[in-house]
Structures are given as C-alpha cells and as structure tokens.
C-alpha cells in the first residue's frame, strides 16, 4: 500500500499496548480507524484519545476468539466506512504453567484468541477487501515465541508458530493469484506492553502469568517503535517484521538443530 489518508484500519486488541500504538501510527497518517477490544472501560478511553485528537473512530467490543463477534466487527467496519483497508488482528493473551499443569479450558482460552482469533479476523475481513478490489493488508501478530520455544509458555508457542504458518500460506496465496491485497507476520521480541497483567485479569482457571520485570530489559522496544516497524513494512510490503535482531541467531541454532544436529534450540 501507498495511499493511507483517509483509508480504514481495523486493530483488534486496539485499546492499549502495542495495538493502540498501531492505531496512533494509523491516524497519524489520517486514516480513519476501527478499535477492537474485550469490553471494558479502556475501550471507551482510549478511542475517546483519539477523538480527542481528531481522529475518526469506531470502538467495537470484540472476543476474536468467538466467530460471531468478528462476524459483528467486520459488518459493523463496513456499515460505519464501506469497507477496510488494513487489518490487524493483534489480540493476544498468554499463560504461564508446565504443559501438564495447563487446563484444558486455559488452552482454549489461549488458542481461541491468539490463533483462532487471526483466523476469524482474516475470514471476517479478507473476501470483502478482495472484492472491492483496493489495495490493501493484513498483519498477524505473532511472536519470537512462534520460532523459538521456551518453558512454561506452550499455548502461547503453539498458537504463535500457527499465526507464522497461517501468514505464510495467506501471503503466498494472495501473490500466487495476483491479488491486491498483502500480509505480514510480525514477530515481536520483548515489548514494554500489559499482556502478562492483562491475562493474568482474564485466564479463565486463574492459573498465575508472571509479571512483567521491573525496569528495562536490554533489548526492550516500545510499543511506538513497533508500531513504527507494522507501518513500515506495509507500505514497503515486507513480509516478515522481525523486530529484534538478536532472535536472528536463535532461529539460526533452531535451523541448525533441525537439519544437523537433531536438537532443540531453546530459548531457556
């Protein structure tokens, strides 16, 4: 995409972290925006910053992980501007605890939004985009997790590396039939957001997700500075947004694992 002024942009977990950095980076580019978010108060408050600032904004309560919802999103996105141009589907939520220890209904919970919710948000969104025939692009948010697992943290890796493979296929499809519209993976390291303190509100057998350390971690980013990166690669059309060049070496020892040495590379 070249054209953003005046064209629409669904964010789902829009409300805060690095999904309201995204529609920040979006309105600054005068593009009228879509907030997706769980019900809750901070839906409301941060569409009401944007108003404020004069941004044009829908704020939509939406589970991704409920199809009927996304369903409502994506008619709701349509009635209010016509149709999309960009979507994000960004929402996510994690636990921590051995895979043994994990519930059956923490699983669904987590697969639900953070795999099965991108599922829904392309199927909601993607045919009518196709059929008005514009430019346009999906990004997915995945996560280093998704090439590089690590303990206590499998329905998040699971879900992630999902994410990864449903991109790859989308983009790969989208260019094989010469379509207008693109795709993205991004593939965040550590990002200074409330996922941890957000799930830890929502799991559903209050199974305990760490919180985030105290202070700045070496190679920490903002949520802007990610935001700034989503941008970029959509208007260069950049498949993989990878935004810690240290995960490069990981992925490379995971290579390495699978074709030479037959080990797992973990990340601890």
């Known amino acids: 995409m070249k054209e953003f002024k005046g064209r629409v942009a669904v964010v789902t977990g829009g409300a805060s972290g690095l999904g309201y950095a995204m529609c920040e980076r979006f309105a600054r580019e005068g593009m009228r925006i879509v907030m997706a978010d769980i019900k809750g108060p901070h839906l409301e408050a941060s569409a009401a910053r944007l108003r404020a600032a004069g941004v044009e904004v829908l704020a939509v309560a939406c589970d991704v992980s409920k199809w009927e919802e996304v369903q409502a999103l994506a008619a709701a996105a ?11 589907n960004n929402a996510g939520v994690r636990t921590m605890t051995r895979i043994w220890e994990t519930s059956i209904e923490d699983w669904r919970w987590v697969v639900g939004v ?8 392309v199927r909601a969104f993607l045919p009518d985009m196709l059929a008005r025939g514009e430019p346009g692009h999906i990004v997915n948010t995945a996560s280093t997790a998704g090439f590089i697992t690590a303990r206590m ?11 990864i493979a449903l991109s790859e296929t989308l ?20 990002v200074r957001t409330n996922l941890r303190e957000n799930s830890n509100k929502l799991v559903p057998s209050g199974a ?16 802007e500075q ?18 810690h060049p240290s995960v490069h070496a990981d ?18």
């Open 114 to 121: 953070d795999l099965w919710g991108v599922i829904h948000g």
């Open 78 to 88: 349509k009635k209010a501007f016509g149709g999309v141009h960009i979507v994000c």
């Open 226 to 243: 990610v935001a700034e990166m989503v941008f970029d690669a959509i208007r260069n059309d950049r498949f993989w947004i990878l935004t």
């Open 153 to 163: 943290n499998a329905p998040y890796s699971v879900s992630k590396s999902g994410v």
């Open 171 to 190: 983009y790969n499809e989208l260019r094989h039939d010469k379509l207008p519209v693109s795709a993205s993976v991004l593939c965040p390291g550590t």
């Open 208 to 223: 305990p997700v760490a919180s985030h350390p105290q202070g700045k971690l070496p190679d920490e980013l903002t949520p």
């Open 251 to 268: 992925i490379e020892r995971r290579a390495e694992g699978i074709i030479k040495t037959g080990k797992v590379a973990s990340a601890n």
